[in-house]
């Protein structure tokens, strides 16, 4: 039986909802929480698995997406995201709001439907994309303290890096950035949003222009030419000692 009851609308939160599975199955166990999607089997009626599975769960949580409230869905009896929720209701199941990325904001009881208005008064969580890893971790911690038995099965461990892997993340940089310490395996180089020409391995690469300010400079197995607005100098070294224009060796 899953413990935890993932309800969510399709086309407003179905992504957060496959991740907050996929974080409770590895936290908890796979069979630890129920996404309607992936957790009915095939051929069997939904109608009834939906509402079985809310009132055997111990927690359903409703994610929020940005335009939730507006969906004119939410105001049909009919309607599986309000019927489930109102069955969590009617069984008294916990009903935790989780709120999509960061500018969904707090439910407020008067844009919901007379019969969803409690949802506007219980306390939710959020969970941004931005900062998913400590989000998701935080609703763990949340779903583990209202669940006590899910406890038994946490697992507190996560993958760690291979030896050979090596992750960076760099904002906005205006200076020189600096990798210290050993590197072991391959790195990448990722290059966004250039707007010249850039050298990563052997080769020539030749960026010619009529202004030429600034040296020029060759050196490696390869060549890498420059001609423009340099105000500064280019410097590349590959290997070998650097070789000046019109070096033979």
């Known amino acids: 039986m899953a413990e935890v009851f993932i309800n969510y609308r399709t086309g407003d939160g179905e992504k957060t909802a496959a991740l907050i599975k996929r974080e409770l199955s590895y936290r908890f166990g796979e069979n630890s929480a129920f996404r309607a999607s992936e957790s009915i089997a095939p051929g069997a009626r939904y109608p009834e698995e939906l509402l079985r599975s809310v009132r055997r769960s111990a927690l359903l949580l409703a994610v929020i997406g940005s335009a939730w409230t507006r969906f004119a869905e939410l105001r049909r009896p009919d309607d599986w995201v309000r019927k489930e929720i109102l069955e969590a209701f009617e069984c008294g199941v ?27 008064e219980v306390q939710s969580v959020r969970l941004d994309m931005q900062n998913a890893v400590a989000d998701l971790r935080r609703l763990g911690d949340v779903v583990a303290d209202m669940v006590p038995s899910l406890k038994a099965h946490e697992r507190h461990d996560r993958p760690s890096p291979g030896a050979d892997a090596v992750s960076n993340a760099t904002g906005e940089v205006n200076g020189p950035v600096v990798q210290s310490r050993d590197i072991t395996g391959d790195v990448g180089t990722v290059i966004k949003d250039s707007s010249g020409p850039v050298h990563t391995g052997k080769g020539d690469i030749y960026s010619n222009s009529r202004h030429i300010s600034g040296g020029r400079h060759f050196s490696g197995d390869g060549m890498t030419y420059f001609e423009g607005d340099n105000q500064g100098g280019i410097h590349q070294r590959f290997g070998e000692g650097p070789r000046r224009e019109g070096d033979d060796r």
Not at 106 to 113: A, Q
């Open 94 to 120: 916990p009903v935790v709001p989780v709120l999509e990325g960061r500018k969904t904001e707090r439910l407020n009881g008067t844009n919901l439907p007379p019969e969803l208005e409690r949802l506007a």
